[in-house]
Nanobody
Framework: QLQLAESGGGLVHPGGSLRLSCAASGFRLNYHAVSWFRQAPGKEREGVACIATEDDSTFYYDAAKGRFTASTDNSKNTVYLEMHSLTPEDTGVYYC????????????????WGQGTQVTVSS
């Protein structure tokens, strides 16, 4: 069974940092594009970042540029999202999703999704 499991969310003060993990089971993340999405209360889901596990190339949406970094650890079959300089606008449920692809681009269709992890940025 193909599964993705996010972890690492929590409550953090503005300006703080978190590292989210996305662990895959039932399949290898090699040759996949793995994206992070988030959904804030009352808002549509939006893309955050994408990493192509074949060559670690990345794609970041505007809200993440300069603050977030996606990375992979193939030995752990896990993708990470390092988030810094967090603001209350970063609050939401963060999801990872994967699809077989050598590259990241806006418009990929994802077949595997995790259940999400809550990130709350508040003082």
């Amino acid at each position: 069974q193909l599964q993705l499991a996010e972890s690492g969310g929590g409550l953090v003060h503005p300006g703080g940092s978190l590292r989210l993990s996305c662990a895959a089971s039932g399949f290898r993340l090699n040759y996949h594009a793995v994206s992070w999405f988030r959904q804030a209360p009352g808002k549509e889901r939006e893309g955050v970042a994408c990493i192509a596990t074949e060559d670690d190339s990345t794609f970041y949406y505007d809200a993440a540029k300069g603050r977030f970094t996606a990375s992979t650890d193939n030995s752990k079959n896990t993708v990470y999202l390092e988030m810094h300089s967090l603001t209350p606008e970063d609050t939401g449920v963060y999801y990872c999703a994967a699809t077989p692809s050598y590259v990241c681009y806006d418009g990929l269709i994802y077949g595997s999704w995790g259940q999400g992890t809550q990130v709350t940025v508040s003082s």
